[in-house]
């Protein structure tokens, strides 16, 4: 099931939009380190100082597709003046959202902050079934419905879900698809890091040419990406500050992408589930 869909179906409000990865050797590549100032210095994903970003999403993607899945885990830290929340505005919260291929399985998860209620949604797709929970002002509420996925979909799902924050698609008004991600900040390689012990290529940036909805105007801007040898993101770090809604307003989100191949668990509220929605 699409994330998107899910989440306006169940009106619970805006998403982050884009995930330490806990990584094993086949997603991490080995060490491979050609140098501390800049890793990899001949890996295809680089370009000079910079970031070859259709090749590295391709590659981070089709790592995870091979392991048969993965996870992203994403949080919104936001701030704004005043009392009052500006229009539009994105509430601090969490996403995360998990793909198991051999079972078949997708599991999403948002829990707000608590301006904007504590909310939290979870959706399970498993078994020919999508079974929902949303927890709000202390009630809960199931839902279940039918699929509308084959096992295709849920790949093709995964794989859009996988370039969160790296390659974003849209249509523009003459049917053209418009890519935003990565490509809208001067990343520059910014010497070794490290992710769950594993060594990344670190690369950060500090001007951001895109639009945004929250900020409106961005005045300040920073990110910070990883990258193994292999051309796999275990982390992307963004904020963004400047007026909004005629106040300062502030968003940060970090985003891991993890957990290749990780089998996902049943929810322990799937009985509940089941048992409120029978006829």
């Given at each position: 099931m699409n994330r998107r869909r899910f989440l306006a179906g169940l009106g619970a409000g805006a998403t982050v939009g884009i995930a330490g990865c806990s990584s094993d050797d086949e997603a991490s590549g080995g060490d491979g380190e050609t140098g501390p100032d800049r890793p990899f210095a001949d890996a295809a994903w680089r370009d000079g100082e910079g970031i070859a970003i259709e090749t590295l999403a391709e590659s981070h993607v089709q790592r995870f597709v091979d392991a048969g899945g993965f996870t992203l885990f994403s949080t919104a830290e936001t701030s704004h003046d005043g009392d009052e929340e500006p229009t539009p505005w994105l509430p601090s919260q969490t996403y995360e959202s998990g793909y198991?291929?051999?079972?078949?399985?997708?599991?999403?998860?948002?829990?707000?902050?608590?301006?904007?209620?504590?909310?939290?949604?979870?959706?399970?797709?498993?078994?020919?079934?999508?079974?929902?929970?949303?927890?709000?002002?202390?009630?809960?509420?199931?839902?279940?419905?039918?699929?509308?996925?084959?096992?295709v979909d849920l790949e093709a799902a995964m794989r859009q879900e996988a370039v969160t924050g790296l390659r974003v698609g849209s249509e523009t008004a003459s049917g053209e698809t418009q890519y935003e991600g990565l490509n809208q900040w001067n990343a520059t390689s910014d010497g070794s890091g490290s992710v769950e012990g594993e060594t990344t290529a670190r690369f950060t940036a500090d001007q951001f040419a895109g639009n945004r909805g929250v900020p409106e105007t961005v005045e300040t801007a920073a990110a910070t990406v990883h990258v193994y040898a292999a051309g796999v993101v275990p982390r992307l770090e963004q904020s963004w500050a400047g007026q909004h809604d005629g106040g300062e307003a502030r968003v940060d989100v970090d985003i891991d992408y993890r957990d290749p191949g990780a089998e996902i668990a049943v929810p322990e509220w799937v009985p509940d589930a089941r048992e409120a929605t029978s006829e």
């Amino acid at each position: 099931m699409n994330r998107r869909r899910f989440l306006a179906g169940l009106g619970a409000g805006a998403t982050v939009g884009i995930a330490g990865c806990s990584s094993d050797d086949e997603a991490s590549g080995g060490d491979g380190e050609t140098g501390p100032d800049r890793p990899f210095a001949d890996a295809a994903w680089r370009d000079g100082e910079g970031i070859a970003i259709e090749t590295l999403a391709e590659s981070h993607v089709q790592r995870f597709v091979d392991a048969g899945g993965f996870t992203l885990f994403s949080t919104a830290e936001t701030s704004h003046d005043g009392d009052e929340e500006p229009t539009p505005w994105l509430p601090s919260q969490t996403y995360e959202s998990g793909y198991d291929l051999e079972n078949g399985r997708q599991y999403l998860k948002q829990e707000l902050g608590d301006a904007a209620g504590g909310a939290v949604t979870e959706l399970f797709v498993a078994d020919g079934e999508v079974l929902l929970r949303r927890q709000s002002d202390g009630e809960t509420q199931y839902d279940r419905q039918s699929p509308d996925n084959s096992e295709v979909d849920l790949e093709a799902a995964m794989r859009q879900e996988a370039v969160t924050g790296l390659r974003v698609g849209s249509e523009t008004a003459s049917g053209e698809t418009q890519y935003e991600g990565l490509n809208q900040w001067n990343a520059t390689s910014d010497g070794s890091g490290s992710v769950e012990g594993e060594t990344t290529a670190r690369f950060t940036a500090d001007q951001f040419a895109g639009n945004r909805g929250v900020p409106e105007t961005v005045e300040t801007a920073a990110a910070t990406v990883h990258v193994y040898a292999a051309g796999v993101v275990p982390r992307l770090e963004q904020s963004w500050a400047g007026q909004h809604d005629g106040g300062e307003a502030r968003v940060d989100v970090d985003i891991d992408y993890r957990d290749p191949g990780a089998e996902i668990a049943v929810p322990e509220w799937v009985p509940d589930a089941r048992e409120a929605t029978s006829e």
